[in-house]
C-alpha cells in the first residue's frame, strides 16, 4: 500500500449493528468496546447499537453478561469464605475475588474466623482493583462508599443500560432518589440496591424498568421526570388519608417528608 | 428480584399492604384468557397471570366404566411440570408438586360436579367417554395451582364431543356437541405469612409462605375442595378469614372466564 485509501464512516450513530459488519474503513476510526480492527476496517463483534462519538466508535450491547472493568464499583454476594478472604458473586461470568488486606485495616491473626467481617450470602458495595488477562478479578470495600449493605431490596437490571440509569453526572439516579425518597445504589455489574418504604421502593423500580425499556430513545431524562411526577402525586394522594398509620411512624415519616418540601418548591417555581 | 434477605423483605412490604410488584395483598394479576389454541385437542385454553403462563388441553375418549359407577363417565387430571417452565422443574417421573397439583385441580372439578359424568354415559357398564385434562406449564412466576385449575375448567367450557359412530372416534369430523358443564369451580390459594394473608404469590413470595389453603368454590360460594399445605399450622380464624378471600376472588376470576 503506497497510499492510505480516505477514511469512511458506514454507520450512522444509533443504528444496530451486528457481529462482522464493517462499521468503518481507514486509519481515521479509533475502535472501542464492542469493535476491532481487521486490517483497514473497523467491524463489530456485538449486537448493538452502534455510537459514534468524534472518532471513536463503540457499541452498546442489547444484551450480554457484565464485563469486569478495573475502577468499577459493583454490587456483589458473599458465596465462599476462603483462608485468606472472600469470593463474591458479582453478575459476571467469573468469581471475583476479594483478599483480607482489600476488607480491613485491622490486624489479624492467622487462622482468624473471616465471618466476623462478611458471612456467605451478605452484600457488598465494592470496587473493581484489578482484572488480570486470565480474568481475575479482585475486589476492596476500601474507599469511599464501599461497605456493606443491609436490609433494602435488590434487583437486576441488564449490565449495558447501567449508564443510562446513572445518568449525566448522576443526574438520572439523582432525580430518582429525591422523587421516591430511596437510598439508591447502583453496581456496574447490573445490580441495585434499595432502601426507603416500600411504595417508594415500589416507584423506583417501576421508573428504573421503564429506563430499561427504553434507554435507546432520545428525552428518556424528560419522560422519567413526569412518569415519577406523575406517580408521585398518586402515592401521596393514597398515603394521605391513612395519615393516622404515618402519625404513629413519626421516625419513618419524619425521614420519607424530607424530599416532599423539595418537591413543593419546584412546583412552586413552575 | 434477588432480595438481600427475601423474608424479611415480604414483611416490611406487607406491613405497608405492599407487594414487590406494586400490587397490594389481596390483589391478582391481570388474567388474560385464550380459548381453543390447540386445534387437535377437544377443547383446549392458554391462560397468562402475570408471568405465570399454563395451557390445559382436553381430550375425550371411550373406555369402559369403574365397575362400582358403571354408568358415570371417567375424569383424569394430569399436571406434569415441564422443566422448560422453570429452573426448579425437573424431568422425569411426577414430582409430589405436580401430584399435588394436579390431586387438588381434579378434586375441585369432581367434587363440584361441574360436568355431569351420568351424561357421559353411553351403554352402561360398557362404554363410556373418558375425559382427560393435561395441564402444562409454559412459564411459572407463582401461583401455578390456581392458574392450572383456571386453565382446566376454561378449556372445560369449550369442549365439543367429537364425532362417535357408536364403534370408533372420527377425531377430523368437525366437533358440535358441547361437554356437559354446569358449574365453574375456581380454586383460589391463600397464602399466610406471619400473621398476613395474601394471594396470587410471584415466585419469590412463594418459596417464603408458612401456610396456604387452597379452597375451590362454585357460583354462590358454594366450597367444594380444600387443601392445606405449608408447615406452619392454620387458626379457625385463619380458615374463615381465608375462606371469605378465597370464594371473594374465584367470583373476581370467574367474571372473566
Known amino acids: 500500500m503506497t497510499k492510505e485509501a480516505k477514511s469512511k464512516l458506514l454507520i450512522k450513530d444509533k443504528e444496530i449493528a451486528a457481529p462482522g459488519e464493517v462499521l468503518a474503513t481507514g486509519m481515521d476510526f479509533l475502535p472501542s468496546y464492542g469493535t476491532y480492527r481487521l486490517n483497514n476496517e473497523i467491524m463489530a463483534n456485538k449486537l448493538g447499537v452502534a455510537s459514534v462519538v468524534g472518532k471513536v466508535i463503540k457499541i452498546i450491547p442489547v444484551a450480554g453478561r457484565y464485563p469486569p472493568k478495573r475502577g468499577d464499583v459493583v454490587i456483589g454476594k458473599v458465596i465462599d469464605v476462603t483462608m485468606n478472604g472472600w469470593i463474591i458473586d458479582i453478575n459476571c461470568a467469573y468469581d471475583a475475588m476479594m483478599n483480607v488486606k482489600d476488607a480491613t485495616s485491622d490486624f489479624i491473626k492467622r487462622g482468624e474466623n473471616l465471618t466476623r467481617f462478611f458471612k456467605i450470602g451478605d452484600h457488598i458495595v465494592a470496587q473493581i482493583t484489578n482484572v488480570t488477562s486470565q480474568k481475575l478479578v ?23 443500560k447501567v449508564p443510562r440509569i446513572i445518568g449525566k453526572q448522576g443526574s438520572m439516579v439523582t432525580m430518582i432518589k429525591q422523587t421516591t425518597g430511596c437510598n439508591i445504589i447502583v453496581g456496574q455489574n447490573g445490580w441495585i440496591w434499595l432502601s426507603g418504604t416500600p411504595e417508594g421502593e415500589n416507584l423506583a423500580v417501576e421508573a428504573i424498568k421503564k429506563i430499561e425499556r427504553e434507554s435507546h430513545l432520545s428525552g428518556l431524562t424528560d419522560k422519567i421526570k413526569s412518569y415519577l411526577e406523575k406517580n408521585k402525586v398518586e402515592v401521596s394522594q393514597a398515603s394521605k388519608p391513612v395519615g393516622v398509620e404515618k402519625k404513629t411512624q413519626s421516625s419513618k415519616a419524619a425521614s420519607v417528608s424530607k424530599p416532599e418540601p423539595k418537591e413543593a418548591v419546584k412546583s412552586d417555581k413552575k | 428480584m434477588r432480595g438481600t434477605e427475601i423474608k424479611p423483605n415480604i ?51 371411550i373406555g369402559s366404566p369403574f365397575p362400582d359407577t358403571p354408568d358415570n363417565g371417567a375424569l383424569m387430571v394430569g399436571v406434569e411440570l415441564l422443566p422448560l417452565a422453570s429452573p426448579e422443574f425437573e424431568k422425569g417421573p411426577p414430582s409430589i408438586d405436580s401430584i399435588e397439583m394436579s390431586r387438588v385441580v381434579d378434586r375441585g372439578i369432581r367434587e363440584s360436579e361441574a360436568i355431569d359424568t351420568k351424561k357421559l354415559c353411553i351403554t352402561k357398564g360398557e362404554k363410556v367417554w373418558m375425559v382427560m385434562v393435561d395441564i402444562c406449564p409454559i412459564n411459572d412466576d407463582g401461583n401455578m395451582l ?5 386453565a382446566a375448567i376454561a378449556a372445560l367450557k369449550v369442549t365439543k364431543f367429537p364425532e362417535f359412530d357408536g364403534e370408533s372416534i372420527d377425531y377430523k369430523k368437525p366437533r358440535k356437541k358441547q361437554l356437559p358443564i354446569s358449574k365453574v369451580p375456581i380454586p383460589i390459594t391463600v ?3 406471619a400473621d398476613k394473608l395474601f394471594v396470587d404469590p410471584v415466585a419469590e413470595e412463594q418459596k417464603e409462605y408458612d401456610g396456604r389453603l387452597t379452597v375451590t368454590s362454585t357460583e354462590k360460594g358454594m366450597l367444594c375442595a380444600m387443601q392445606k399445605g405449608g408447615d406452619e399450622p ?3 380464624d385463619d380458615v374463615d378469614d381465608m375462606v371469605k378471600i378465597a370464594v371473594k376472588k374465584a367470583d373476581e376470576i370467574r367474571k372473566k372466564l
Open chain 2, 146 to 150: 390456581d392458574v392450572s385449575g383456571l
Open chain 2, 234 to 236: 392454620l387458626s379457625a
Open chain 2, 11 to 61: 414483611l416490611r412490604y406487607m406491613d405497608e399492604n405492599q407487594r414487590f410488584d406494586g400490587r397490594k395483598l389481596d390483589q391478582l394479576r391481570p388474567i388474560e384468557i385464550e380459548y381453543d389454541v390447540i386445534k387437535t385437542a377437544e377443547g383446549s385454553a392458554r391462560v397468562k397471570m402475570g408471568g405465570t403462563e399454563v395451557i390445559a388441553g382436553i381430550k375425550l375418549e
Open chain 2, 191 to 193: 397464602y399466610k405469612v
Open chain 1, 138 to 160: 479482585d475486589l476492596t470495600v476500601k474507599g469511599h462508599g464501599l461497605r456493606k449493605i443491609f436490609g433494602g431490596r435488590l434487583i437486576e437490571v441488564n449490565t449495558h
